[in-house]
């Protein structure tokens, strides 16, 4: 008979009687060939093995087993991005994204604690925000390089005003020639046409130049122009983003390609680092099935150590300790390409490129059974 008492701990311990009543404390005899023992002792004795066998000490033995385990559960994670002007629109989005996701998976049967978080974060970013012009497609800039030489501040601070009356600040020093008088501006003008962008562009120069003849510093030249296809100046706007990852852990092995297929369709990234394993529940119903043979190869193991003169007895300690997972045996699934497994009728279509989700046919665990026996002997009758 054996008696199961599941620990806190790892492993499982065992008071096992074999149909002899219940195992005694450990004793241990110093001289087992001359027996020194209290009347109270040998009758408690002989309830449990009879008359005419006594303990005389202990025996400690070890046995370690590998067992096969299938994986039954894949552990994986998702990583939900949002955006938007705030935090709190972020987060919104966000929160929606992870509900309609977690209803979908408790439809298919998995738990509530099956989708958890693992990881989170929020930035600002700033992002350039095109103006439309209404009712126009497309619109042109010219752009003119000016040459104009100054010869002293004075008359470089009366050049500057007078581009300024233009919404002209930039006027560059020709800095390739040591203490050159050469400067350059750029005059640049938009327009719906590219005749009409040109012609702006030219009217500004002109009023510039007639300004500074007025001033006797028109000293200027045009040295480039130039009229292209123009997109708008844009408006920079600080958005808010959010980065939230999850993990799924789930025995529905055979719904993974649908999981895959609705991430990808509330476009949630499916991380490649799916992992398959064996579930406590799994490794303990393992366990539970190899203990008879289990206990029988250990009591074989003491009784092989025992002289002739010695009988095993019942044993007074037993611990089964599960070890990490010492192999996982390669996959028997074929590949097209990576993330494409085939692991039912269509549901390679649930799959993207860069996603592997190969599974292990088979993972090994060791186990390791300890245990202490009584050794007995014959009573010798005085």
Do not use: C
């Not at 209290?38 to 005389?56: I, M, R």
């Not at 005059?187 to 030219?202: C, F, G, L, M, V």
């Not at 095993?312 to 097209?336: C, H, M, Q, W």
């Amino acid at each position: 008979m054996i008696n199961i008492i599941k620990t806190k701990k790892t492993g499982i311990l065992l008071a096992m009687f074999l149909n002899l009543g219940a195992a005694s404390a450990v004793h241990s005899f110093p001289n087992s060939n001359n027996l020194n023992v209290t009347d109270a002792y040998l009758e408690l004795e002989k309830s449990k093995y009879g008359n005419g066998l006594v303990p005389v000490g202990t025996i400690d033995v070890k046995h370690l087993e590998i067992i096969r385990l299938k994986p039954d559960v894949v552990n994986f994670s998702v990583t939900v991005n949002s955006e938007g002007l705030t935090l709190t629109e972020a987060s919104e989005i966000n929160d929606k994204k992870i509900k309609e996701f977690k209803d979908y998976l408790i439809k298919l049967g998995l738990s509530d604690k099956s989708l958890t978080s693992v990881g989170y974060d929020n930035q600002e970013k700033e992002e350039i925000v095109y103006k439309k012009v209404a009712g126009i497609e497309r619109q042109y800039k010219a752009r003119y390089s000016i040459f104009i030489s100054i010869e002293d501040n004075d008359s470089f601070m009366k050049v500057k005003e007078v581009l300024g009356q233009h919404n002209i600040y930039e006027l560059v020093g020709e800095s390739q020639t040591p203490n050159s008088d050469s400067y350059n501006f750029i005059i640049n003008a938009i327009a719906n046409s590219e005749k009409e962008a040109d012609k702006k562009a030219r009217d500004i120069y002109y009023a510039i130049v007639e300004k500074l003849n007025k001033l006797n510093l028109d000293t200027t030249s045009i040295a480039a122009t130039d009229v292209s296809a123009y997109s708008p100046d844009g408006l920079k706007e600080k958005h808010q983003t959010i980065t939230h990852r999850l993990a799924i852990s789930t025995d529905k092995i055979d719904e993974i390609g649908k999981i895959i297929g609705k991430a990808q369709e509330l476009d949630i990234i499916v991380n490649n680092d799916a992992r398959y394993d064996v579930s406590t529940k799994a490794k303990q119903k393992a366990i539970e099935d190899v203990e008879p043979l289990l206990l029988q190869k250990l009591e074989d193991k003491a009784t092989s150590f025992l002289s002739k003169k010695y009988i095993l007895g019942a044993p007074t300690r037993i611990d089964i300790t599960d070890l990490a997972i010492v192999e996982k045996l390669n996959n028997n699934y074929s590949f097209e390409d990576r993330g494409s497994i085939r692991m039912g009728i269509g549901m390679d279509r649930y799959l993207k490129k860069g996603v592997d989700i190969s599974i292990q046919s088979e993972q090994k665990m060791q186990l390791i059974i300890t245990g202490t026996f009584e050794m007995l002997k014959q009573k010798v009758n005085e």
